[in-house]
């Protein structure tokens, strides 16, 4: 079996955040001999041989030292496998590893195995609807593992901390800080536990015959407020705002859920106001408990494509749920 390299950033205090102990049990299950690469301001050991890159310089996210950096770890490891979360950090940098080290790299891999010393990964094409599975025969092979597709690591992490020198690096970028929202307003919460998404229904002029966009707003907020769930949202309704329509005015396209969105997965999932043809219930295949609310009972949610359709009116369901959770 060919060697493999466990390979992460550090979060703070040099621990590993969720993603990357996915990865890291994806590594595990292949049954392989394996080390661990580590990148960022300080490491804490992780496998029996842990390799690491560490200073105030791999700190932040930036291509040049990060580059850098995973390069010096793959050749001083002689790994011929490469399994590493799928950040946005690692995905911004180690197509152009692989490249500088005449291997491969595929990302959004949703499943890794071996059999008969051959090592395969899944993952889905043409906007998440088909799913292959294949391998490659160029080494070193980077294998970047998709969130939420393996439980994290559960086993003890231990041994020592073997320092790396990567190559000098000239950076032309120097990180200054980071702005974040209040914690009231990050909507993009990947670790929630529900993903509550809203449709374009809610800015439609409702049974009285007038919009009530900000009351949709002020319902929609309370309730992520109150149950910390991640916002998603139908194309139709990010889009908006270039027909000069009025918007819920925290949605993005970062919120946008379906085959040119996100395609998230968390445990459950709630649908208000959504139409749920195909285009948009790609972005829900991962979601283990569909449900959603709709005042049209032959909505698509209704054909078989979500666990529980309520056949209400959004606006009072939520009003009213908003109101059990005060209790």
């Not at 690491?52 to 770890?73: H, I, K």
Request: glycine letters at 10%.
């Amino acid at each position: 079996m060919e060697n493999i390299l466990f390979l992460a950033h550090t979060e703070e205090g040099g621990t590993l955040g969720k993603p990357a102990l996915e990865a890291l049990t994806a590594a595990a299950s292949l049954g392989a001999p394996m080390a661990a690469g580590l990148v960022g301001a300080t490491a804490q050991p992780v496998l029996e041989r842990t390799l690491a890159v560490c200073g105030a310089e791999f700190a932040e996210s930036r291509y040049a030292t990060d580059a850098a950096a995973a390069e010096a770890l793959v050749r001083a490891s002689g790994a011929q496998i490469v399994i590493a979360p799928h950040t946005s950090r690692w995905a911004r940098c180690l197509a152009g590893v692989a490249n500088r080290l005449g291997g491969r790299a595929d990302t959004h891999v949703t499943a890794v195995k071996a059999e008969g010393g051959r090592i395969s990964i899944s993952r889905w094409f043409y906007r998440q609807r088909m799913e292959a599975e294949f391998t490659r025969t160029h080494r070193p092979w980077i294998i970047l593992i998709e969130a939420g597709c393996y439980e994290p690591y559960r086993g003890e992490l231990a041994g020592a901390v073997e320092r790396v020198d990567p190559p000098s690096v000239s950076c032309r970028t120097r990180v200054e800080g980071l702005q974040t929202p209040k914690a009231d307003e990050q909507t993009i919460r990947p670790d929630a536990k529900l993903l509550f998404v809203a449709g374009a229904g809610w800015t439609k002029k409702q049974r009285d015959g007038r919009e009530h966009v900000q009351e949709a707003a002020q319902l929609i907020l309370e309730f992520l407020r109150a149950t910390q769930a991640s916002l998603g949202s139908s194309k139709s309704l990010v889009d908006l705002s270039g027909e000069g329509q009025q918007v819920l005015p925290f949605l993005t396209h970062l919120n946008q859920v379906g085959q040119t969105g996100s395609t998230p997965r968390h445990p459950k999932g709630l649908a208000t106001c959504c139409h749920g043809e195909e285009p948009h219930v790609v972005g829900w295949r991962f979601i283990r408990e569909r449900r959603a609310v709709n005042i049209d009972p032959n909505c698509g949610w209704a054909r078989g494509k979500a666990d529980v359709v309520y056949v209400a009116d959004a606006f009072e369901v939520m009003a009213k749920v908003n109101e059990l959770l005060k209790v």
